[in-house]
């Protein structure tokens, strides 16, 4: 058995101790048809994959807890038509003895069966909401079990949400986990490194995206793990800008914030350099401006800080710096106070990273894990083997009282983290992102 399949199974075994009793379902994620019979790139279920290591669509898990718990899955049949055309099925009993389930089914038996195990179970772990589809045929089986209460069956009294137990699993990443998200950080660096080589002014940010594209897909990533942001001058001020359909002019940034997914692993980068490979003054002192705050920001990750700590430093050093730049007015503690800051500087400065890219986990303590009334620590506390970005930035629209020289300006610095005991580990460390580093490979790439 190769060690991954283990760990996969593993994670069950541990859902199904923390379960205690009842049952879990787990549904894959759908295929989606984009128009008559062309689907949108298949990505399975970042939940059921964690549990299964299983990438084919149709698929669903169940978990029966207690005395003797059991991991059955349900997928397609083997269909030599359709693999023909669609490419390999497992097929139930492969799927069983490959992925080392108990039992496995044909996805068309599901219903049938679902009936048989939530038959008496006390309690019912389901992702209530997240589709009505997978909803509505929960809820058929339970309501067809409440019918039988004369045969002396009765439906789960209780529905929790599966996820709870799950979150805070994926919040801690193993040694296979955090070696794959150390390849998927090592693609995207080399990507954004050779975008710095690649931009010139007269391009179009598109002709950039495909260099991200390129270089992500050779490396063996299977796709983005998120939209790519190509946002030159004025457009990185556009927090959520995509359209990467403006031609780069000489005396702009580039903003790029761009990530690719490596076996179900996302990263998560952004850098921002000139494109003529030169910062102006104005351009220097914002970008020098940001990469203090991030540095802060990520010598605040280490175990037993809470979450809100490196957000706090980042906010520490860029408030000072706008009130140094004329972009704020007043004291430091003023305007953290009024928030003014956030006519520059409105999102947070991370969040957790993995097999999504906003990836699972509370930000806060749940009840039971808070011990104290203080609103700060309520934040959770870092630890070790949790990942996350750390992503502060400013973003300078034209206004009366906004100095013109930072007119249009938009810098973020991204970097993808691993807490360690040592403090931080940065992923993407191979990122160029010094100005002095980022100048001279610039350079060296024009020569
Ligand atoms: N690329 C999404 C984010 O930075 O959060
Ligand atoms: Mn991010
Ligand atoms: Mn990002």
């Known amino acids: 058995m190769n060690t991954h399949i283990t760990e996969f199974k ?37 939940y059921f994959y964690y549990l299964t290591g299983f990438k084919e669509p149709e698929s669903v898990l169940v978990l029966i807890a207690g005395d003797t718990p059991k991991s059955i899955l349900f997928c397609r049949d083997k269909d030599i038509e359709r ?29 049938a069966v679902l009936v048989k195990l939530l038959a008496n179970q006390p309690k019912l772990y389901f992702s209530l909401s997240e589709s009505a589809v997978d909803d509505a045929r929960v809820m058929t ?107 780069l002019n000489n005396g702009d940034l580039l903003l790029i914030d761009a990530g690719c997914e490596l076996d179900g692993y996302a990263s998560d980068i952004t ?43 980042a906010l520490d050093v860029l408030v000072q710096g706008f009130i140094d730049f004329k972009l704020c007015k007043g004291s430091k503690e003023a305007v953290l106070e009024t928030g003014d800051y956030r006519q520059f500087y409105m999102h947070r400065t991370g969040h957790w990273l993995g097999l999504d890219v906003h990836d699972a986990g509370e930000y806060k303590q749940t009840k039971a894990q808070a011990k104290s009334q203080d609103k700060q620590a309520n934040w959770r506390m870092l630890q070790a083997n949790m990942t996350l970005t750390v992503e502060p930035g400013c973003y300078i629209r034209p206004a009366d009282h906004v100095p013109q020289h930072f007119w249009n300006i938009g810098i973020r610095i991204e970097d993808d983290v691993l807490v360690t005991p040592h403090g931080a580990e940065v992923l993407t460390a191979s990122a160029v992102k010094s100005v002095a580093d980022i100048e001279a490979l610039m350079r060296a790439a024009a020569e």
């Open 10 to 46: 593993a994670r069950r075994e541990q859902l199904l101790t923390s379960m205690g009793q009842g049952v879990a379902i787990l549904f894959n994620a759908p295929e989606v048809i984009r128009n008559r019979d062309s689907h949108y790139a298949y990505r399975f279920d970042s």
């Open 83 to 111: 693999e023909i055309w669609d490419g390999f099925r497992y097929g139930a009993a492969a799927a069983r003895e490959i992925f080392v389930f108990d039992e496995a089914y044909s996805i068309n038996e599901l219903d």
């Open 141 to 247: 089986c339970l309501k067809s079990l409440r019918t039988q209460a004369r045969h002396g069956l009765s439906a789960p009294h209780e529905i929790a949400d599966v996820r709870d137990l799950l979150d805070e699993m994926r919040l801690y990443k193993s040694s296979y986990e955090i070696n794959l998200m150390r390849r998927s950080a090592n693609i995207a660096a080399g990507a954004h490194n050779r975008a710095m080589q690649y931009a010139k002014a007269g391009m179009m940010e598109y002709q950039v995206e495909a260099e991200f594209l390129h270089e992500f897909y050779r490396h063996g990533a299977q796709a983005p793990a998120y939209t790519s942001i190509v946002a030159s001058g004025a457009n990185a001020c556009t927090l959520h800008y995509n359209a990467n359909n403006a031609q």
């Open 271 to 313: 850098r921002t350099f000139p494109i003529n490979g030169k910062f102006t003054a104005a351009q220097k002192d914002l970008y020098e401006l940001v990469l203090s705050a991030q540095l802060a920001a990520i010598a605040q990750v280490k175990i037993g800080n809470h979450w809100n700590a490196p957000h706090e430093a």
